[in-house]
């Protein structure tokens, strides 16, 4: 049996594989769609489905080593989340402030780099 703050760290840790999971198919397999999610118009803005398509990769390959068993790359994914989530979060911060995407669609990114940090703060590895 885990104890209540090892529950909540793998709690943590699933949530956010199960979210970068989610996000990373989103931005591979339909990365207009997602465009289309930040205001921005898909036909006009077409070209940014090559950057959705890179980060969606790299967000499925972190979110699958965050399922591993319990290891070292696990524990890495674990450790280099804080990093990419908060500066996911300052990012999208800045976005919000400087305008450059529309107030609605800043507020709700800014939100889920929010949460996404939060989790992988509680998910962090002991060691």
């Known amino acids: 049996m885990l ?3 090892d529950q909540l760290r793998d ?5 956010l594989a199960a979210i970068r999971l989610f996000n990373g198919a989103m931005a591979l397999f339909a990365p207009r769609f997602l ?3 930040l205001g921005l118009d898909e036909n006009a803005n077409a070209a ?15 979110g699958l ?3 591993l068993p319990d290891g070292e790359i696990r524990r890495h994914a674990q450790r280099m989340a804080m990093l990419i989530h908060g500066s996911d979060a300052v990012g999208a911060v800045i976005a919000q402030k400087k305008g450059e995407l529309p ?10 780099s ?6 992988s703060v509680l998910a962090r590895p002991r060691n």
């Open 3 to 5: 104890a209540p703050r």
């Open 11 to 15: 709690y943590a840790r699933v949530a």
């Open 114 to 119: 929010a949460t996404n940090f939060v989790l």
């Open 35 to 37: 465009i289309g999610r």
């Open 65 to 67: 080593e965050l399922l």
């Open 48 to 62: 940014m489905a090559y950057p959705f398509r890179m980060f969606g990769i790299r967000t499925l390959i972190v």
């Open 103 to 112: 107030a609605r669609q800043a507020k709700i990114t800014v939100l889920i």
